[in-house]
């Protein structure tokens, strides 16, 4: 891709399969939206459903873009949880990828009042803040207690 010089770190937390990338190479990648790392993450992703039967999640961080997109989702989260809470209806973000849903769903869990669910499928799926006293309130509750139980086994 001649994008030029890069370091490449692995590292684990939990299900989550870790790698940095650094150097002229990584700017370069996280132009456009972060789109060409979404893209290599996936690749990534697939290669290692092809190795194992259980495989850990692959993450694509590049030039310690990963905190920074934690910090910004956890405040999109926040606000979002004010205004389903302020209308009482659930509100539903745009489609992202996997790692920033659960980042929204962790940010969320010990919120009182407020579940999160996921809905749809592949590239369109979304999490929905859902607030207490909304229709989909239970149904959001069970899901992330089911959630919970998997990330706890």
């Known amino acids: 891709m001649d994008l030029g ?11 989550l399969l870790i790698f940095e990338i650094r150097g002229a190479a990584a700017a370069e990648l996280a132009r456009g ?23 850990p999640r692959v993450v694509v961080d590049v030039e310690g873009n990963g905190e920074a997109r934690e ?9 979002v949880a004010g205004r389903a809470r302020d209308t009482g209806r659930a509100v539903a973000l745009d489609p992202m990828n996997g790692r920033d849903r659960r980042l929204i769903h962790l940010a969320l869990r010990e919120e009182e009042g407020i579940a999160t669910m996921s809905i749809g499928e592949g590239r369109y799926r979304q999490v929905v803040v859902v607030p207490e006293g909304a229709p989909e309130f239970e149904d959001a509750c069970r899901e992330a207690e089911a959630a919970a139980a998997r990330t706890d086994s």
Do not use: K, M, T
């Open 71 to 79: 910090l910004l989702l956890s405040r999109l989260a926040e606000r």
């Open 5 to 15: 010089p890069f370091e490449i770190s692995e590292n684990q937390e939990g299900e």
């Open 33 to 55: 939206e972060g789109r060409s790392v979404d893209a290599i993450q996936l690749l990534a992703n697939q290669a290692a459903s092809q190795r194992s039967d259980e495989p």
